[in-house]
């Protein structure tokens, strides 16, 4: 079972900033798959940390929704480990990920609210 104030602590002290932790995911990623060397170089040059609000979340979908090293690794160590200190060098991707579907259903583009109406008779 994971930990999640473990985790929380561990990311919020030891690992700071999200330049740190895209680096952390990227020797991760280069370390567990390295077949795809081309995809991963292409994620460090334009995985845009700058990007605030929907464009932030545009680029995180579109990683999603591509079939490379993103989703499968972040898929598998979730999986795999429950270990704070490894699932800390997929804080970039979670954090991302959860915003991006948090935003999405915040706008209720997948999410419609829905009311039910109940006549009660004697």
């Known amino acids: 079972m994971l930990n999640k104030y473990r985790l929380n602590y561990h990311c919020n002290t030891q690992f700071i900033g999200r330049e740190q932790a895209k680096l952390d995911f990227v020797e991760l ?27 932030r979340q545009k680029m995180v979908v579109q990683w999603l929704i ?14 795999t480990t429950s270990d704070p200190k490894r699932l800390a060098y997929i ?4 954090k991302d990920i959860y915003e991006a579907i948090f935003n999405l259903f915040k706008k209720q583009l997948y999410f419609k609210e829905m009311y039910v109406v109940i006549d009660i008779t004697e």
């Open 66 to 79: 591509k079939n490379n090293f993103y989703w499968q690794l972040v898929h598998t160590l979730t999986r």
């Open 29 to 55: 990623a280069r370390k567990l798959f390295p077949e795809q060397q081309d995809a991963i170089t292409d994620f460090e040059k334009n995985y845009d940390l700058t990007l605030e609000g929907e464009d």
């Open 91 to 94: 804080r970039l991707g979670l």
